[in-house]
């Protein structure tokens, strides 16, 4: 029905979240109709991020800057550090607004099922943060599932010796819950009614 290389876009797009291969299938004809207004800023934003993406030498999130614009920015408090699993969740705390300090992004939760260890994720450069001092609380914004609440109560373990406020998410976060998934105000309650660990 098309050729090759139209094929292989098609495909390509399916991988996408939330995009199967009818869908996948649909976004190819829309670029390829809209080739000027659509297709070529899209290739142009994909090549600027591509090529500059990098991790950021702070606080492991993805940008295209490093240290990245949240760890550069002096109006953010650097005294205060929220830890999440993801980027994700670190897009969807700055949705809220809510928090005005800076972030550490694990990438991951400890998980014996999937053989996730404390070594695999970036929990070493939260302890040198913390341990080269200037820091008032280490909030854990672990997402509310099992392994999230593991990797929060190892992570109080390694930080306990520290003279620093320890706090995590309040009750408002449901039971398996996903940060990403939170409406604004429920993560924003979580937040406000955050609780000292253990
Ligand atoms: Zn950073």
Redesign the pocket.
């Known amino acids: 029905m098309a050729s090759q290389e139209i094929d292989a876009l098609a495909q390509a797009l399916s991988k996408l979240p939330g995009l199967g291969p009818r869908s996948a299938r649909r976004v190819v004809l829309h670029l390829m109709k809209k080739r000027e207004s659509v297709m070529q800023p899209l290739l142009r934003a994909l090549e600027n991020v591509n090529e500059r993406l990098v991790t ?1 030498e ?4 993805i ?1 295209t800057v ?3 614009g ?2 550069a920015d002096p109006r953010r408090d650097s005294r205060s550090i929220c830890v999440i699993e993801d980027v994700s969740d670190l897009w969807a705390l700055e949705r809220s607004r809510l928090f005005p300090g ?2 550490h992004v694990l990438g991951g939760k400890l998980s014996a099922l999937d053989g996730v260890r404390p070594e695999d994720l970036n929990i070493d450069a939260l302890v040198t943060r913390v341990a080269a001092g200037g820091i008032d609380e280490v909030v854990l914004a672990m997402n509310a599932t099992l392994e999230g609440q593991t990797t929060a109560h190892y992570l109080a373990e390694r930080l306990e010796s520290y003279p620093i406020r320890l706090t995590q998410l309040a009750h408002g976060v449901p039971v398996g819950g996903e940060l990403d998934y939170l409406d604004d105000g429920t993560l924003a309650q979580a937040l406000r009614a955050r609780r000292p660990v253990g």
């Open positions: 950021c702070n606080c492991g999130n940008d490093t240290p990245c949240i760890c800076t972030f």
